[in-house]
């Protein structure tokens, strides 16, 4: 059982300043100390917004593609330049 969850919307198509929005979405979780990433965004965007949130996704253990629609998958660039070693989970049809 998870004790210790957080979950923070990096991008979505809503946002308020200083954060920016994109047709797109990507959440940190945070459960029991493990950070995952949930889909990227559309454009990378949301590395932006961690920044501003002063979230390190350097830190982030494991990334999940969702589904393969360029406005949860396109981001995933941005990421890898940011954390090169976290293992990324999608289905084999991504």
């Known amino acids: 059982m998870i004790k210790n969850l ?4 990096l991008i979505d198509n809503v ?14 979780i945070e459960a029991d100390g493990l950070k995952i ?5 559309e454009s990378g965007q949301f590395v932006r917004n961690a920044a501003t949130l002063q979230t390190d996704l350097a830190q982030v253990g494991v990334g999940v ?3 393969a629609h360029y406005d949860h998958a ?7 330049a940011c954390n ?11």
Do not use: N, Q, Y
Not at 74 to 80: R, S
């Open 37 to 41: 990433l949930l889909d990227a965004g």
């Open 6 to 9: 957080k979950m923070t919307v």
């Open 15 to 28: 946002a308020v300043e200083p954060l920016v929005g994109e047709w797109g979405l990507s959440i940190l």
């Open 74 to 80: 396109d981001g995933m660039e941005a990421f890898f």
């Open 65 to 67: 593609l969702s589904h």
């Open 84 to 94: 090169d070693r976290a293992k990324f989970l999608l289905r084999e049809g991504c």
